[in-house]
Structures are given as structure tokens and as C-alpha cells.
């Protein structure tokens, strides 16, 4: 089963759900986030969970770049990740 890592990049999160450097693996269930934050990501998450390639810069990747809605304090990275 695919699974997605998610990878906070910078923090300024009002509630201090999360911390630079903090890493989550996604197979179905939401992570500890906000909702505000993980509403946003959910689309691009559940397409890499089902295979699908993004737009990423000027190519199409197996990752994803985010900000939190609330005036971008939380910067996310998902992608896909292999278990080894």
C-alpha cells in the first residue's frame, strides 16, 4: 500500500500542533494537524496515495508543496514514500 510522508518545513502554528522537522506517514488516516491545514493538502495527498504525478515547479512529481491558509504560518511537504 503507498503511503505519504509529510514533512514540516517551517512552523509558526498559532496552536503549536507542529514543529519544523516534525515528519507524519499518511496510509488513510488524518494526521495529527489542524483541520484547516490538512483540508488543503487532502486532495494532493489522496492522489499520491492512489499514484498519481503533480505539478511540481516546472515538472510532474510524486511530491507537493503547501502552506497553511492562515497566512502560510505552517510550510508542508508531502510525498510519496516507499516502505523498505
Not at 517551517?10 to 491545514?37: Q, T, Y
Request: net charge negative.
Amino acid at each position: 500500500m503507498a503511503k505519504v510522508k509529510l514533512t514540516i518545513l517551517e512552523s509558526r502554528c498559532r496552536d503549536g500542533l507542529c514543529k519544523a522537522g516534525d515528519e507524519f506517514i499518511v496510509d488513510g488516516l488524518c494526521p495529527p494537524l489542524c483541520h484547516e491545514l490538512w483540508s488543503c493538502i487532502y486532495p494532493q495527498v489522496f492522489a499520491l496515495l492512489n499514484g498519481a504525478e503533480l505539478d511540481h515547479g516546472e515538472s510532474r512529481a510524486a511530491c507537493f508543496d503547501a502552506a497553511c491558509p492562515d497566512g502560510g504560518r505552517v510550510k508542508i511537504r508531502g510525498e510519496r514514500w516507499k516502505d523498505d
